[in-house]
């Protein structure tokens, strides 16, 4: 087990500078439990509308701790999701939230060709703005799924009318991750033109290997102590956190599916935990949403390599 000792610190909570010219995000991942790729084998996803779904109960929770921390969120929206829960969609835009997109089907991007990546997306997007009536400026790719091998899919989500993306994950993964990304936000010059990218929060204690923290598995899995010290590492660098976190891992009651022993791990452990330390992080850190982070012209002064084609 980690401890806290093992890297002399303590564990007194970062905040943002009040003078800082950004602040850290926190995103919403809108999907059920059985959209999860930890289950992707075991559940079909034309047998989706069979399980009981608990997004919507899971998703106002959030909401509602929100409202009461007074911080505005960006949510993602499987269009799947949208589809079948639109007041949910409405309510969220309608509480001062920002709505993006999560694709359709939460199919991995470099599972796809270029065609079906941009009919989902396009159906995806199409769906979530014709519910809610506002513009979708931005994406979040299942998993994480935008990698190397799949960075193509930058240009068409430009041309799909994106303007930022937060997809990439600095980190090495057996599902994810570009381990050589930049940690901070950067621009991605694509032949349709550049797109704005968010990656999710990472810190380092020795040398040049990307710790990740603040989100997902790694909020419920790792104590809380290092996510606190994610947050000082992450400020004493001068560096967004972009956090997230999926409806379902506040919900130690949904039901339990079969799977790889990894994958249950993964995807079951702590979910009872989840709600209070979430709350922990956000309170007092200096959340927002990316259109109200100020990360913009942060991302627009890096441009990172060529590789978007």
């Known amino acids: 087990m980690l401890k806290q000792e093992q890297f002399g610190l303590d564990q007194s909570v970062a905040v943002a ?26 559940v079909d996803r034309s047998q989706w509308g069979s399980y009981e779904s608990r997004v919507e109960s899971n998703t106002r929770r959030l909401l509602d701790l929100f409202s009461e921390l007074e911080l505005e969120a ?5 269009g799947w999701v949208a589809e079948r829960c639109p007041q949910l969609v409405r309510d969220t835009a309608a509480a001062g939230h920002e709505l993006a997109c999560h694709s359709y089907w939460h199919r991995m991007v470099y ?9 989902d997306t396009h159906r995806a997007k199409e769906t979530i ?26 240009e068409i ?8 993306d937060s997809s990439i994950f600095p980190i090495h993964h057996d599902r994810y991750g570009i381990p050589d990304a930049p940690r901070g936000p950067f621009q991605l010059d694509t032949p349709s033109g550049p797109l704005l990218e968010y990656p999710i929060a990472t810190f380092r204690l020795w040398g040049e290997r990307n710790l990740p923290f603040g989100g997902g598995g790694y909020l419920r899995l790792l104590p809380t102590w290092y996510t606190r010290l994610g947050m000082r590492r992450a400020q004493a660098e001068t560096l967004p956190v972009i956090a997230y976190v999926h409806p379902w891992e506040i919900d130690p009651g949904q039901p339990r599916l079969n799977g790889r022993l990894i994958s249950r791990l993964r995807h079951y452990t702590n979910l009872g935990k989840t709600y209070r330390r979430l709350a922990d992080m956000l309170d007092g850190g200096s959340f927002t949403s990316f ?3 100020g990360l913009a012209g942060l991302a627009q002064a890096h441009t990172w390599g060529n590789n978007a084609r």
């Open 74 to 78: 960006t949510f993602f929206v499987l």
């Open 291 to 293: 259109r109200n982070s």
């Open 111 to 119: 599972q796809l060709d270029r065609s079906e990546f941009r009919e």
């Open 17 to 42: 500078s009040p003078d800082a010219a950004f602040k850290n995000v926190i995103s919403v991942d809108v999907e059920d439990y059985f959209h999860a790729e930890a289950f992707a084998a075991t």
């Open 157 to 164: 989500l430009v041309e799909t009318g994106f303007t930022y």
């Open 129 to 154: 703005e014709q519910i809610a009536g506002v513009p979708l400026r931005g994406y979040r790719a299942p998993t994480y799924s935008i990698v190397t091998r799949s960075l193509w899919a930058a």
